[in-house]
């Protein structure tokens, strides 16, 4: 069974830096696109990066780029957001997916969720 967990988020300071882990079992993640997406109070879920399992080719929301950076542990079986000079507006819950083959920014594409993880950037 494909189960996905994230972890790392928490409370930091605007300008401060986290790194989320989605952390996969019952698949290899190889074979599969992997997305991070992130949903505030009151607005859509909104695709924020993703990263093909082959190739490991990434993209990037235009409100995210230069600051955060995906990578992926194949031998960990873990994607990692790594997130910088972290905004108030950044503050969400933060959830992985996980498709079969290549990875898109379209929430509607995923099949499979993590459980999400609380961001919040405050002073």
């Known amino acids: 069974q494909l189960h996905l967990v994230e972890s790392g988020g928490g409370l930091v300071q605007p300008g401060g830096s986290l790194r989320l882990s989605c952390a996969a079992s019952g698949f290899t993640l190889a074979s599969y696109g992997i997305g991070w997406f992130r949903q505030a109070p009151g607005k859509e879920r909104e695709g924020v990066s993703c990263i093909n399992g082959r190739g490991g080719s990434t993209n990037y929301a235009d409100s995210v780029k230069g600051r955060f950076t995906i990578s992926r542990d194949n031998a960990k079986n873990t994607v990692y957001l790594q997130m910088n000079s972290l905004k108030p507006e950044d503050t969400a819950v933060y959830y992985c997916?996980?498709?079969?083959?290549?990875?898109?920014?379209?929430?509607?594409?995923?099949?499979?969720w993590g459980q999400g993880t609380q961001v919040t950037v405050s002073s």
């Open positions: 997916a996980a498709r079969f083959g290549t990875a898109t920014m379209l929430k509607t594409s995923y099949e499979n």
